[in-house]
């Protein structure tokens, strides 16, 4: 007696980057559906079955074969080129001559659909992964009795999960990328402000799928991130700096004759230096081109792995972490460093997973990121006034700006200027957008929710963010 079972191949890509239809893979989602499904199907053959597995040449087929041998505890898979030519006589000679008391036969419809029929007269449509167990007790010439019939896995649940993963590799590839563009011209403040960018991204995204991913690699990817990200943040700072004193050279505040730029230029050679050190004795670009590799394969918990996520999922996760922020804005004191660098860190990451992850999210909440982007931008504004008044009041103290003391003098208080003017205007803004619509607030689309503190005070004279923040871009 031998027992045949049918399985028609997983969901497969359109089209193969050959061109050729025996090159044409398995979808990401297809092939995730399968190995949480196979285990399952594959054990109602029982545990006396001693199988063959035959797979199609084509490559989706042979992936199927490989999740169902791996089911099965079957370490080789057999060829048949019947399979993919479709010839029923050939399999069936193939299947008279086999000596294993249960055959799996992954193959293509209609062949799968039209040799269920020849042995059973009828049998379910076979759709995408979908298996069917035929008892021959009179061989394969003979009429067979359907054992069991399994529809193939749906792949809805994993397909948000391979857009995920997309958006993750090609982030991390983007980063990698951005870091040796810096290493190859470290003086360019523009390749520093991309390479953090980056950093910022691709820390996001991780964090926004921190719920979902396994622990391991997440902290691992985390750990790599955010030490380049602290390490690099002081040189962002000394360029934020430097580009206010060029501008008040330009405005006519600094002489023209004044040496602050240079000084500047000087001190940021210096940390440069001190940053290129430090990633040379940490090996950043090996690091950085191992983080890429690990996370074009993402891990999933075993409970996503089992189930997928559905879109719907993803974007709870998302109103949630919306909400959150959008408290915290409406109740945030613009004269507290803390809540203001919280809180555009928060709207930045807001901002890049809209960016990235709209396809999974939806449209509306893929508009937010704008809305997200403007919001940290006038969060960064007031930021970098208070990072500049800071690194100002520090330098004047420091012996290598002894010549140019009194001109940080005048960035200190022309940054403690622009705090005052850049509060006193959200407040504006703010007690306007009140005035007009108190009572609509709560009920507002994020598009025209107001984008800062609900009940903010006068902050001049506002402290300085604490030393340890890395400033954010």
Known sequence: ????????????????????????????????SLQAAMPRVMSLLGDDAEAEVWSSPAV????????????????DIEVRQSLYAQSLPAFFAELEAAQASCVVAVGHAPFVDQAAARLLGSCPSFGKGASAAISLPEGPGGHGT?????????????????????????????????????????????RLLAFRVEIRRVRSLLQFIEPWQTKKQNRRSEHVLKELQVASARLRALDILSQSAADLVE?????????????????RSLECASLLALMRKRHAKKALAKL?????????????????????????????????????LFGMDLRDGDAVYSARRDA????????????????????????????????????????????????????????????????????AE?????TSGIQRMEAGERGESESARDAAAPSEASPLADDVRDAEGAP???????EEE
């Open 1 to 32: 007696m031998k027992t045949l079972v049918l399985v028609r191949h997983g969901a497969p890509e359109a089209t193969s980057e050959s061109g050729a239809d025996l090159d044409r893979r398995l979808t990401p989602s297809g092939a995730r």
């Open 60 to 75: 989706r087929a042979l992936e199927t074969a490989e999740i169902v041998a791996d089911a099965l505890g079957v370490e």
């Open 146 to 190: 359907l054992r069991w019939f399994v529809a193939g896995p749906e792949t809805t649940s994993w397909e948000e999960l391979a857009v995920v993963e997309r958006e993750v590799a090609f982030a991390a590839s983007d980063l990698l990328s951005r870091a040796v563009a810096f290493l190859d011209r470290p003086e360019d403040p523009e």
């Open 251 to 267: 405005s006519g505040e600094l002489g023209t004759n004044s040496l602050l730029p240079t000084a500047c230029a000087k001190e």
């Open 292 to 328: 890429a590799d690990d996370l074009a394969h993402l891990t999933w918990r075993s409970k996503v792995v089992a189930r997928g996520l559905a879109p719907e999922d993803f974007q709870a996760h998302f109103d949630a972490e919306f909400a959150k922020l959008d408290e915290d």
């Open 348 to 415: 930045k990451e807001m901002h890049y997973v809209a960016e990235r992850l709209g396809a999974v999210l939806g449209e509306e909440r893929a508009q937010t990121s704008a809305y997200m982007d403007e919001i940290q931008r006038e969060l960064g504004a007031l930021s970098d006034a208070w990072s500049n008044r800071r690194l100002a009041e520090e330098y004047a103290k420091s012996p290598r700006f002894r010549g140019v003391r009194a001109d940080l003098g005048v960035v200190a208080r022309d940054q």
């Open 418 to 422: 622009l705090v005052s003017a850049l």
């Open 464 to 470: 300085a963010p604490a030393a340890g923040h890395d």
